[in-house]
């Protein structure tokens, strides 16, 4: 890991239960970048899984986050059957505002994050913003401008490696320390972009090397992705969409574990 960690940083420059990642932290601390979640008077009994928008599960309990910003649990909670039904109606004994990739409890002021800094979701985290999850590298965080420019939108509609084109740039002295890092990054760029590609090619994917800004899967409420913003809070350089699947990220160094979890997603 440590390898992607340092190989990858030349690239980019081109949490109740001790199992879970928290950070505690004060509201002031944190600069928030989006607005808190709506908060909604009543409780729809019609569907409570409608109720939902993050469920978070694991060896010692579950915590239920609901679309009004209350958070209930319980130790030791049985999840078989119509486990969120019964969870429901636990006592409430906590109430959160939602960010775009983390909460921030209201009475403690502690935060919660859902993803690393790959963009992969952590474990135990069953629902994000209401989507269930069924992929770890699933996509459930992104930008969408209000009106894009038709021109810079790229539909996918077929099963593709989707790679994203690194920003050009060019310098008046080419021989600075700063030009140098840049054809490194360029080079490192070429080099594990085209292993990618020839990774999933054997799993017969073909490659897309988007030149556009935007992206659109006909999914995702017919939003677009911005892809020169944070997808699911890293700088996502790949992903991967099988034909009626919500897309995956995928890191342009694959690891064993990252291909094994490509390979489940497209059965």
């Not at 699933?138 to 989707?162: F, G, M």
């Not at 002295?173 to 080079?187: G, I, K, L, Q, V």
């Not at 006909?218 to 009626?244: E, F, H, M, P």
Request: charged share 30%; hydrophobic share 35%; with cysteine.
């Amino acid at each position: 890991m440590k390898f992607r960690e340092i190989t990858l940083a030349a690239i980019i420059s081109l949490n109740f239960f001790s199992c879970k990642k928290e950070i505690v932290k004060t509201s002031e601390d944190i600069k928030t970048t989006k607005d808190t979640v709506t908060q909604i008077s009543n409780i729809s009994t019609e569907n409570p899984r409608n109720n939902v928008q993050h469920l978070f599960t694991a060896n010692g309990g579950s915590i239920l986050y609901l679309k009004n910003g209350e958070i209930k649990g319980q130790a030791r909670f049985d999840t078989d059957g119509d486990f969120v039904t019964e969870l429901m109606k636990t006592k409430t004994y906590a109430h959160y505002d939602e960010y775009d990739d983390y909460l921030i409890g209201k009475e403690r002021g502690d935060t919660t994050f859902f993803l690393n800094e790959f963009g992969r979701i952590d474990e135990g985290w069953n629902i994000l913003k209401g989507i269930d999850i069924e992929n770890p590298m699933q996509i459930v965080s992104y930008k969408s401008p209000k009106n894009p420019n038709p021109k810079e939108i790229e539909t996918i509609s077929e099963t593709r490696l989707i790679i994203f084109d690194p920003e050009t740039k060019t310098f008046k002295d080419e021989n600075s320390p700063e030009a140098e890092n840049y054809f490194t990054a360029m080079d490192d760029w070429n080099f594990y972009s085209h292993e990618l590609s020839e990774s999933l090619g054997k799993l017969g994917v073909q490659t897309k090397y988007l030149n556009k800004r935007f992206l659109n899967f006909n999914l995702l409420n017919k939003n677009v992705i911005d892809t020169k913003s944070r997808i699911n809070g890293a700088n996502v350089q790949a992903l991967l969409y099988k034909k009626g699947k919500m897309p995956i990220v995928v890191p342009l160094i694959l690891l064993e574990e990252d291909l094994e979890l490509v390979k489940d997603y497209l059965r």
